[in-house]
């Protein structure tokens, strides 16, 4: 079977990257093609096929089914709306991190910040807000004016539903499971080769874009004969470092360091770790909030409401498909430890955040209460670009004979170190505000440490495996995403970040993605 013609451009992927590229092509006069392997609703067998073999080193990884969909509107679907943007110095070669350094400036990076919160529907602002209170004020280490926004969040699975009523361009398939590139000689994508149930599906187009996560796009290209001339394929794995280990006594704090409202949705503020004392302490970007303390190993994310959610929904997995027993009980084992740890105290929110769930404006989690005297405060911290931190394909296959990827996750000393100068300059900065933690920065870093080992989990940031830069051999891609060697494939996504900041990456994405939209537009 042949779907398309010579013209369209084929984006693979329905999340935030790829709606946002074909949104943009669209608006400038485009054919888009847009293949997606799920459907409505995700299903078993489908994300089965996101499955990976058993990682690799001493960090661990979690399940690559764990914080991936292969779904109409991809990880939008399960994204809780944290919209945070790179900052300068993210894009800076800085000396004291190794690899570090962006081929395209801040500048033309933040052009693109009103495009991405339009379509994540966000307002276009500046990410510092001024507070009269001091805890929100900056001793020149800390900096507690920085703010991030909350989507509703959008699942761009309804823009995408929108997009496919206004414009005849657009033509999505879902249902196709891309199983492999084929490759003329020059380095120009000829088609995209899938499968939908036992029909071998061919794809063809003009320009392509693979737009389906950091894991999936490294797993098609590793697959293809274009991976003996990538050699930094894969490598650069990154995601984020997290420490929650950490809690002060003292007053209650102003409720801008919890959810605030900015129009229709939401804000929250943060401290951050300035760029001068980064240079000066020379670490990588750091960020904490207030949260509650998640149960051990557990996302700081996911409060008592979404636990029963899931849980609910991995018993009726269970109920449909019962080979699933295995999953099924690791997933309700975590999410039973959720229920079992929360407060008394939250039930009653619990109820009323179950009737806001129907609202496109909730909440989007549960915060401890406002007049606390504990305050848990939770680390963020940007994982540095490691070329040994990396994804690779098993031995093991997929039902269509696609290879499994197997992770392995690798650490600089200075990922930790970021941590330790942190929390260190936290103890500082609120202990001069009459704050006291419960613990001295040497035990909670002894706890961070016992935590990681063995039980990395990404947090659904996967970044990195074909990151961007001007070397073939120390990049995937040129600044413009097009993959090296290559006439006509370019990538979408967190997978093209050189460095991953200390920022979730969804408004990054689809910024980039915007990017990308208006290079291929414009050609």
Not at 75 to 80: H, L, P, R, V
Not at 218 to 241: F, K
Request: charge should be positive; glycine fraction near 8%; include cysteine.
């Amino acid at each position: 079977m042949t779907s398309g013609g010579a013209g369209p451009v084929v984006v693979l992927g329905s999340g935030p990257a790829g709606v946002a590229v074909a949104e943009g092509l669209l608006r400038r006069g485009h054919e888009v093609l847009l293949v997606e392997g799920g459907v409505a609703r995700e299903r078993d067998r489908d994300r089965e096929l996101s499955e990976g073999a058993e990682p690799r080193g001493v960090w661990g990884h979690d399940p690559l089914t764990e914080n991936r969909r292969r779904v109409l509107g991809g990880t939008s679907t399960a994204w809780g709306g944290r919209c945070i943007p790179l900052d300068p110095i993210d894009f800076e070669q800085r000396d004291w991190v190794p690899h570090s350094g962006w081929p395209i400036s801040y500048a033309e990076y933040a052009r693109w910040l009103p495009e991405a919160a339009r379509l994540l529907e966000v307002p276009a602002m500046a990410f510092h807000r001024a507070e009269p209170d001091p805890i929100l004020s900056t001793d020149g280490t800390v900096d507690g004016r920085p703010i991030e926004l909350w989507s509703p969040p959008t699942n761009v699975a309804r823009l995408l539903a929108r997009l496919k009523a206004a414009h005849p361009r657009l033509t999505v398939l879902q249902d196709t499971h891309v199983t492999g590139l084929e490759i003329d000689e020059q380095g120009g994508v000829v088609a995209l080769q899938g499968r939908r149930g036992d029909e071998r599906v061919r794809i063809e187009g003009a320009r392509f874009v693979l737009a389906a996560g950091a894991l999936e796009n490294a797993r098609l290209l590793l697959d293809s004969v274009l991976a003996p001339t990538l050699p930094a394929l894969g490598r650069y794995y990154m995601s984020h470092v997290f420490a929650s280990h950490v809690s002060y006594t003292g007053p209650a704090l102003p409720r801008a360091t919890g959810f605030f409202r900015l129009g229709r949705t939401y804000g929250r503020h943060r401290w951050q770790l300035t760029p001068e004392a980064q240079r000066q302490s020379e670490v990588g970007n750091v960020i904490g909030f207030i949260a509650r303390p998640p149960a051990h190993g557990l996302s700081v994310h996911l409060d008592p409401l979404t636990a029963l959610a899931e849980a609910a929904k991995a018993v009726r997995r269970l109920v449909r498909s019962p080979r699933t027993v295995r999953r099924a009980a690791r997933e309700l084992a975590v999410y039973g430890r959720v229920l079992l740890t929360a407060p008394p105290r939250f039930w009653p929110n619990v109820v009323v955040q179950a009737v806001r769930r129907r609202s496109r404006h909730r909440l989007p989690m549960l915060l401890p209460p406002r007049d606390a005297r504990v305050h848990h405060l939770t680390v963020q911290a940007e994982h540095l670009p490691h070329p040994e931190s990396r994804v690779l394909l098993s031995s093991q296959t997929d039902r269509y004979g696609v290879p499994l990827l197997e992770t392995d996750v690798d650490f600089h000393r200075t990922d930790f170190e970021t941590i330790e100068v942190f929390v260190e300059a936290m103890h500082r900065f609120l202990g001069r505000l009459g704050y006291r933690s419960t613990q001295d920065p040497a035990t909670v870093m002894r706890a961070f440490a016992r935590d990681m080992f063995g039980g990395f989990n990404s947090n659904a940031h996967h970044i990195g495996t074909t990151r961007m830069g001007e070397d073939p051999v120390t990049s995937v891609v040129d600044a413009d995403c097009r993959v090296h060697g290559t006439t006509n494939l370019w990538v979408a996504g967190s997978a093209v970040f050189p460095t991953s900041g200390h920022c979730n990456p969804t408004l990054s994405i689809v910024a980039l993605a915007c990017r990308l939209a208006d290079h291929l537009g414009t050609r």
